[in-house]
């Protein structure tokens, strides 16, 4: 019973430790790091207050990506952190509760919700906090400009939250619905070989990888560049909460986008996400297959469409040339021009060896010539003046 009862006391002081220490300390961010499976699961629960997590369930690997992004948000605020109400994840946790609950309300409203509990920090203040635990908890880039502190991220464009706007509109707003774009009778089927190892490897496709669900799959085709969302832990956790900011459809959706480019069948997709050092491959397809029919995306439908139109592109390079056998006349007059283009070099190559061949015998027979006694004057006039 004692030994239970200091099992417990042990736990209370870490899990008052951990959320009550400055988030913005040093200390704390080098801790996110490192953290066990007990310490993980006691942050998460600050920022999923409603999510059951089992001690099974918790690598710490799972939550590498999560943790550093959360570690780059806080990091930058250091020297601005008396200007935000909320200077520890107990304090996240509260205001999450409340947001969860004024969702349906206005950015005005729930700051008025939020004063409460901290009625002698002014409202640029508080508003910051709100910003910033959404940005931890649900990973979506909201940052407006008229309480911004901190550097602006150059690969990123910050979400403006307006007053009268409730965050339910916001973050609605961020995903269109494209099921009205208008596919032909051949083309709403996937190849099985789409993945993102393939847009990269083949395609020349670069990928960046976001912390903003909001940019997930924006393709830029000037630059060949496609953002694709890393956390598919906190799309899961979502899931798995009682209550969700972010709507159901949109992360069952998300989720099914990162199945179709990552399969968890495929060495490639292992492979490439070992090089990219992700760790959401063990993760697995939580429970949904892999959808191959563009119908079956509403909000990435057209991204999609992009992206599978932008692997298809005649190559872009030779390199790209060299590797991609998908379009096979392509490949094959690569390939034919190449081993004609060897033929014709080694022509010219034997071609070259034979001149100079031919030239040495010349020589070789001219300065035998040169060298009778006598020399035939005819001889020697024309070809033996060297010698002379």
């Keep these: 019973m004692t030994e239970q009862l200091a099992t417990l006391i042990s736990f209370l002081m870490e899990l008052n430790s951990l959320v009550h220490s400055s988030c913005f300390s040093k200390d704390f961010l080098a801790s996110l790091h490192n953290l066990d499976k007990r310490q993980t699961r006691l942050l998460l629960r600050t920022i999923w207050p409603a999510l059951e997590l089992a001690d099974s369930n918790l690598y710490g690997d799972r939550y590498k990506c999560f943790f550093s992004y959360v570690s780059a948000e806080l990091s930058p605020l250091r ?12 304090g996240v ?60 991220k150059s690969n990123t464009v910050p979400i403006q939250w307006e007053d009268g706007a409730t965050l339910e509109e916001l973050i609605r707003a961020q995903f269109i619905s494209s099921e009205n774009v208008v596919l032909g009778h051949k083309d709403y089927m996937i190849e099985p070989r789409f993945t993102a190892a393939l ?42 909460a009682a209550t969700s900011i ?27 996400l070992r090089q990219q050092g992700k760790d959401f491959y ?25 992206l599978i139109e932008a692997s298809n592109e005649p190559a872009h390079s030779w390199w790209q040339l060299l590797k991609d056998s998908r379009n096979k006349v392509q490949y094959w007059t690569f390939w034919i021009a190449v081993i004609v283009l060897i033929f014709t070099l080694f022509d010219l190559v034997c071609g070259l060896f034979s001149s100079i061949y031919t030239y040495r015998q010349f020589e070789l027979a001219r300065m035998q010539a040169c060298s009778m006694d006598p020399v035939p004057p005819a001889l020697k006039a024309k070809f033996c003046r060297k010698l002379i």
């Design 79 to 90: 020297h601005d952190k008396v200007d935000f109400a909320v200077q520890n994840f107990n």
């Design 93 to 152: 946790r509260d205001v999450m509760l409340v947001i969860y609950e004024q969702r349906m309300q206005s950015r005005r409203q729930i700051l008025e919700a939020v004063k409460k509990d901290y009625l002698n920090c002014d409202d640029g203040a508080i508003l910051r906090s709100i910003e910033l635990t959404i940005r931890i908890c649900v990973t979506i880039n909201i940052q407006s400009s008229d309480i911004s502190l901190g550097p602006v």
């Design 199 to 240: 847009l990269a490897s083949l395609a020349s496709i670069k990928i960046e990888w976001t912390d903003n669900l909001a940019e997930h799959l924006q393709y830029n085709r000037n630059r060949r560049a496609v953002k694709i969302y890393e956390h598919k832990i906190c799309l899961i956790h979502h899931l798995e």
């Design 246 to 272: 972010i709507p159901q459809d949109v992360l069952t959706e998300a989720i099914d986008t990162l199945n179709l480019l990552f399969p968890f069948d495929g060495q490639e997709t292992r492979d490439f």
């Design 282 to 306: 063990k993760i697995a397809h939580h429970g949904r297959i892999r959808l191959l029919d563009l119908r079956d995306y509403n909000y990435w439908r057209q991204q999609l469409l992009e």
